[in-house]
């Protein structure tokens, strides 16, 4: 592999509990390639949220990042930024999808107002500045720019949900975190929304770390998987490997469990 823009080394967090402490992370270590998609799998509570929040340096207590653990992201050692950095890293460097992004969208607020708070906020554009950029990003989510003046309530679902990878793409971040980015949306739309992710990362070079129960999708749409089992990282591989070949006892009961997968429809 090239050199990882991503770089993820004996990745521990224990949730701090009153009586005893739960280990969620289990000394994981992953890489991701520039332009790569990784995906995480595993049974629900497994620990992979814990993970997403923890690379976007997003983690609250109780959570605690053991001292063994270190997360390299373009060079930058994640674990160490302070405050002041740390705010600028949370969009240019890596920015954050996940299940409820849609509903993140300031309901009185325009979505060009909401473009400009984080081009201005950012990149220090003037307002004319930001909306030639929301309306170029816009376009790359297949919403009509003049909607810019529109508000959240006035777009659907999927359209919102659009409209926030569109906000974290503005500001061309290295690595896209999306936690169930589309969990919440219907089949059809889901597979619309990746399939433009996806021509989007072909465009720009961003890395993606992609988090859903829908196996299938997971299959289609990354690079390399990482199978998770009670905080432990217990098998990564390419793809399509991992799904044919797959070498760990829960992986192959993770794909039994899809038995639409084992019907040859996607590979
Ligand atoms: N704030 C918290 N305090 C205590 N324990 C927590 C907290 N957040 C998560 N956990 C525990 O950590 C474990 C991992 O949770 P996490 O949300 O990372 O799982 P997950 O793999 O994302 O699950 P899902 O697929 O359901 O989203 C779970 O057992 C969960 O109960
Ligand atoms: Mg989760």
Not at 19 to 38: H, I, L, Q, T, Y
Not at 44 to 61: E, M, N, Q, V, W
Not at 84 to 105: G, H
Not at 165 to 194: H, S
Request: glycine share 6%; proline share 4%.
């Amino acid at each position: 592999m090239t050199q990882p823009l991503l770089s993820v080394k004996n990745l521990t967090i224990d949730y701090i509990g009153e009586e005893k402490d739960f280990r969620a992370v289990d000394n994981v270590s992953f890489d991701v390639a520039p332009g790569e998609v990784f995906g995480l799998a595993g049974e629900s509570g497994c620990g992979k949220s814990t993970i997403a929040f923890a690379i976007s340096r997003l983690h609250k207590p109780p959570a605690l990042i053991r001292k063994e653990s270190r997360i390299m992201l373009a060079g930058r050692d994640v674990l160490d930024l302070d405050p002041k950095t740390l705010a600028a890293f949370r969009w240019r460097e890596v920015a954050m999808v996940f299940q409820s992004a849609m509903n993140s969208l300031n309901p009185v607020l325009r979505i060009e107002d909401q473009f400009y708070d984080v081009l201005h906020t950012h990149k220090g554009m003037t307002k004319a500045q930001a909306r030639e950029r929301t309306a170029e990003m816009l376009r790359l989510v297949d919403i009509a720019p003049d909607r810019m003046r529109n508000y959240p309530h006035q777009f659907s679902g999927g359209m919102r949900q659009r409209i926030v990878i569109a906000i974290c793409m503005a500001l061309d971040p290295k690595l896209v975190v999306m936690d169930e980015p589309t969990t919440a949306l219907d089949v059809v739309v889901q597979r619309e929304i990746l399939q433009r992710i996806n021509e989007l990362r072909k465009q720009f070079g961003f890395s993606v770390l992609f988090i859903t129960h829908d196996l299938g999708l997971m299959v289609q749409f990354c690079d390399r998987i990482g199978i998770m089992l009670q905080g432990k990282l217990v098998e990564q591989n390419d793809a399509e490997a991992i799904y044919k070949t797959p070498q760990h006892e829960y992986t192959r009961k993770l794909w039994a469990s899809f038995p639409s997968l084992h019907g040859g429809v996607l590979l």
